[in-house]
């Protein structure tokens, strides 16, 4: 089958406020959002939809700004790092607006600039924006007979924006392919921080079943080959498996402070009594 390749223009700081409102952490968001896996749960949209296109070309258009708003700004590392990681994936090209004025403003002349240059290539294309400045740009578009598509990342997305676009794709529901999963391991000791199990946590993907285990060495880490009672022979205790799309790991799980301590408290607890076995949360409240 022949696919039409598409390009998507991204408004970086309203997708990033977007991503913020899931209440996500920002630096979680610095250190795990990718481009890459969003164009690629977004192709399996198309496909699934029978929409003979694809996303290749990705813009992502920012300021020199840093990312969020007041106490969820991002720190210069976090931003930095982010935009670095960013810059290296495949198809991703990172614009980065330096206008005089306001920068934000900036950055929707550049992002319909783009829409336009594009207009003149392609039939087909892509915007990641809830921002209603851009109705012009899409109206013109449109009375040129374009195709714009528009992502929605949440119910409020607004209706002067759909109602100027060729469709609205919903992925609200999406979020999971944003991030990367590293699926670290720590060894359990005086310095297995709140911070070290919160990692683990957050790279631990929601989309499958995880299970938290301990080994007789002491490392602990997220199985998702092997959960239940599989291939336990090295393992001391382990936890009830956690079932995919519950939110018990991920970058939300992860952003849970209360949920992050508690658990990081009973493993510990359970290591220092000696577990053994299979667990129900909490160890604490089982016989050892």
Request: charged fraction near 30%; charge should be negative; aromatic fraction near 12%.
């Amino acid at each position: 089958m022949k696919y039409s390749i598409v390009p998507i223009v991204i408004d970086g700081p309203n997708f990033i406020n977007r991503i913020l409102e899931l209440e996500i952490d920002k630096d979680i968001i610095a250190k795990q959002i990718t481009l890459d896996g969003f164009r690629k749960r977004l192709n399996n949209i198309f496909e699934e939809m029978d929409i003979n296109i694809r996303v290749d070309l990705m813009k992502f258009v920012c300021s020199k700004k840093l990312f969020g708003q007041s106490k969820n700004k991002f720190t210069q590392q976090e931003r930095d790092s982010m935009i670095q990681r960013l810059m290296n994936e495949r198809g991703v090209h990172i614009e980065e607006v330096s206008l005089l004025g306001s920068s934000e403003k900036g950055v929707d002349t550049t992002v319909s600039s783009l829409l336009e240059a594009f207009s003149e290539k392609c039939d087909d294309m892509f915007l990641i924006s809830h921002d209603r400045d851009y109705v012009p740009v899409l109206k013109r578009l449109r009375e040129k007979s374009k195709k714009l598509y528009l992502i929605a990342l949440n119910d409020k997305f607004p209706i002067e924006l759909a109602n100027e676009a060729y469709q609205t794709i919903r992925m609200d529901q999406e979020w999971r392919h944003f991030f990367t999963y590293s699926y670290l391991t720590y060894y359990i000791n005086k310095d297995f921080s709140i911070e070290k199990f919160r990692d683990l946590v957050s790279n631990a993907d929601d989309r499958q079943n995880n299970q938290l285990r301990v080994d007789n060495d002491g490392e602990i880490y997220y199985s998702y080959r092997y959960v239940g009672a599989q291939n336990i022979n090295c393992v001391k205790f382990r936890y009830e498996t956690c079932d995919a799309y519950n939110g018990y790991v991920g970058p939300k799980a992860a952003s849970d402070e209360e949920y992050i301590s508690r658990n990081h408290e009973d493993v510990m607890y359970g290591w220092c009594k000696g577990a053994k076995g299979y667990f129900d949360y909490p160890i604490r409240y089982s016989k050892i």
